[in-house]
């Protein structure tokens, strides 16, 4: 007999502040990535699926992501210096 099935994961990429389009404000969101594995006598073995999503704190609201989307809100943005007159 042989057992074999999927295990979803969960994992948070990180906290980045933008405009809800469903609530129009200024909030936190969260950028998490689901993952669906394949699994072998309940050992995960390869991953299925990915899904990239953030979801505001303010609503709730979910938004779907690419993932070239979901690296660009990852990346951090370096200051322009100012120069001196």
């Known amino acids: 007999m042989i057992i074999f099935g999927t295990r979803r994961y969960l994992y ?3 906290m980045v502040v933008l405009l809800c389009g469903r609530c129009g404000n200024s909030a936190a969101h969260a950028l998490r990535r689901r993952v669906v594995k394949f699994t072998l006598f309940f050992i995960p073995l390869f991953p299925v699926s990915s899904k990239y999503t953030t979801q505001c704190t303010a ?3 979910l938004t779907n992501l690419t993932k ?13 210096p100012v120069p001196n007159p």
């Not at 070239?68 to 322009?80: D, G, K, N, S």
């Open 12 to 14: 948070q990429l990180a």
């Open 59 to 61: 609503c709730g609201s």
């Open 68 to 80: 070239e989307q979901a690296e660009q809100l990852q990346t951090p943005v370096q200051p322009t």
